[in-house]
């Protein structure tokens, strides 16, 4: 039951998966050398699980005019796989003479690809359709050479590439980056596994005995067969995908952080326009403007404490008697900024001194590091109370909104 329940899984969700990271990183592929390894990577073993459909199967059979292509297709692509997964894993590590190891995997790549398709061609039986027409004749020698030499390429491959990619982890900080070599390095230890258990599994059972209505030898697999591949391509997915996912992640807090500090920013420009950094814009166009969210964010947050500075410049040294609106006294500095800066803007709209700076706030109020900065007046702004709100009548300005 649980194999029934597997293996269409299997058939059709990792070729959907691997497909979906080939198209997603296809922009990838013209960088740099090790994107496109990477990327290779992805087609291979894309182009590797599709052949496990049936329909794919009888399809790539029509067109050849071989009725086991599909098991030729399959391996060759796993070769080609791990081959680039190697030239990814030296390109990030960086190691020297990279150039003539390079050459040496793709003349060791290339001369297995042709021993494969030699040995397929003229060693291994062809009596079945389809990729599982040698699991009833395991006890041959061409079908034990073949998968020899297969077996071999892929577990030294995936074995030098966990290595690489465990090693690789003390060279990247910590945190996603770290994270995803280290499922990079979980996925090829799993490779190696499955070749490992593969191995185990084909001398244990021996030669398929049971056929389907075709006639065709049933598949001799068992859920750990089937789970272990997946686990890989998952884990590989994963390994791309976090670093990615951490960057989208921080560019909607970014884009946030931006909404939230617009109010505050609209009306402080408007009182101070020579602190603005470019054009002014729309809380609604920001969501649309191209560019790096951070920096937009440091932008807006320094453009806010410049103007907050050059109101602090109109503050009298003495509070007069009437001192414009009461800023109020509250337990909580940035709330107290907050109230400052909107009666100062009020006070500047009609040609008047900022009022007294309460006691409570200093010139070096705020974060000691951008960092802090930023956080700080998002707590600024969540307090502030934009001019026009609760009855207030706003002055003309430009159009910042």
């Known amino acids: 039951m649980e194999e029934a ?3 269409p899984l299997f058939e059709w969700l990792m070729p959907v998966l691997a497909w979906s990271v080939v198209i997603w990183r296809a922009p990838s592929a013209f960088t740099t050398r090790a994107n496109r390894a990477l990327w290779a990577t992805f087609v291979a073993a894309a182009v590797g699980l599709s052949t496990r459909p049936p329909w794919i199967a009888r399809v790539l059979e029509t067109i050849t005019g071989i009725g086991d292509v599909t098991l030729l297709i399959k391996h060759l692509a796993g070769v080609v796989a791990a081959s680039f997964l190697l030239d990814y894993v030296h390109a990030i590590h960086r190691r020297p003479h990279q150039a003539r190891a390079s050459r040496l995997r793709l ?7 042709v021993v494969l398709t ?5 060693v291994l039986p062809h009596d079945f359709t389809g990729a599982y027409g040698i699991d009833a004749h395991y006890g041959h020698p061409g079908v034990q050479l073949y998968l020899a030499v297969f077996y071999a390429v892929y577990a030294v491959s995936t074995l030098q590439a966990t290595v690489l990619f465990w090693s690789n982890r003390g060279n990247v900080p910590p945190g996603a980056l ?6 990079l390095a979980a996925a090829t230890a799993n490779g190696l596994l499955y070749t490992l258990y593969r191995i185990y599994f084909v001398l244990r059972e021996g030669d398929s005995t049971t056929f389907d209505a075709e006639g065709n030898p049933v598949p001799l697999t068992d859920p750990i067969c089937e789970l272990l591949p997946a686990v890989s391509v998952v884990l ?9 996912t951490r960057a989208l992640l921080r560019y909607f807090r970014d884009q946030y952080a931006l909404w939230r500090l617009h109010p505050l920013w609209a009306d402080l420009v408007t009182a101070v326009p020579h602190v603005v950094l470019g054009s002014p814009s729309s809380r609604v166009r920001d969501l649309f403007t191209p560019g790096d969210r951070s920096l937009d964010v440091a932008h807006r947050a320094f453009a806010i404490r410049d103007a907050a500075l050059a109101l602090r410049d109109d503050t009298p040294s003495a509070p ?14 940035a709330r107290t900024e907050a109230q400052w800066l909107r009666a100062a803007v009020q006070q500047r709209a009609q040609n008047l001194p900022a009022p007294a700076l309460p006691a409570t706030l200093h010139r070096t109020t705020g974060g000691r590091t951008p960092r802090e900065e930023i956080a700080w007046l998002l707590r600024v702004a969540a307090a502030y109370q934009p001019v026009g ?5 706003r002055p003309h300005q430009p159009s910042t909104r």
Do not use: H, N
């Open 236 to 244: 590989l997915v994963l390994g791309v995908s976090i670093p990615p």
């Open 118 to 122: 030699l040995l397929f061609i003229f």
């Open 178 to 183: 770290r994270a995803g070599v280290t499922c």
């Open 107 to 113: 003349m060791f790549t290339g001369a297995a690809m």
């Open 320 to 333: 007069p008697a009437s001192s414009g609106p009461d800023t109020g006294t509250d337990e909580d500095p």
């Open 5 to 7: 329940l597997m293996r």
């Open 389 to 393: 709100v609760a009855g207030t009548a």
